[in-house]
């Protein structure tokens, strides 16, 4: 019998949001950056204000956590308009997608404090 695995559904992450969709704007995620998944934590590149995967050790911006990524979509070769939650929102811990780098408790704390202070609470 074959095995099938259900991958991460749009928004899983969610618990609570602004009205109106406040909690969301429209944003370029960079291209290289793969196949990035629903409730992926994002960085911001400061020179071309593209989102990517968060990555605590680079030093173009995006080792500082600030988005989440709302629905699934494929960056691999070229940049790709996405929603992402960027304030006012209450998230779920364990449906984020972390960098691989931060699995110590202590990473894990910095990464949830500089997405609350964009207002992305993380429970």
Do not use: W
């Amino acid at each position: 019998m074959t095995t099938l695995t259900e991958g991460r559904h749009t928004a899983e992450y969610l618990l609570s949001e602004a009205e109106g969709h406040r909690s969301r704007d429209n944003i370029k995620i960079a291209s290289g950056a793969g196949v990035v998944d629903p409730g992926t934590v994002l960085g911001k590149i400061t020179a071309s204000g593209k989102y990517v995967p968060h990555a605590p050790a680079a030093e173009d911006g995006s080792q500082t956590a600030v988005a989440i990524n709302y629905a699934r979509v494929d960056a691999t070769t070229a940049d790709v308009v996405a929603a992402a939650h960027t304030r006012d929102c209450e998230v779920r811990a364990d449906a984020l997608v972390l960098n691989v780098a931060t699995d110590t408790d202590a990473e894990k704390a910095a990464v949830f404090a500089s997405l609350a202070s964009v207002g992305i609470v993380v429970r």
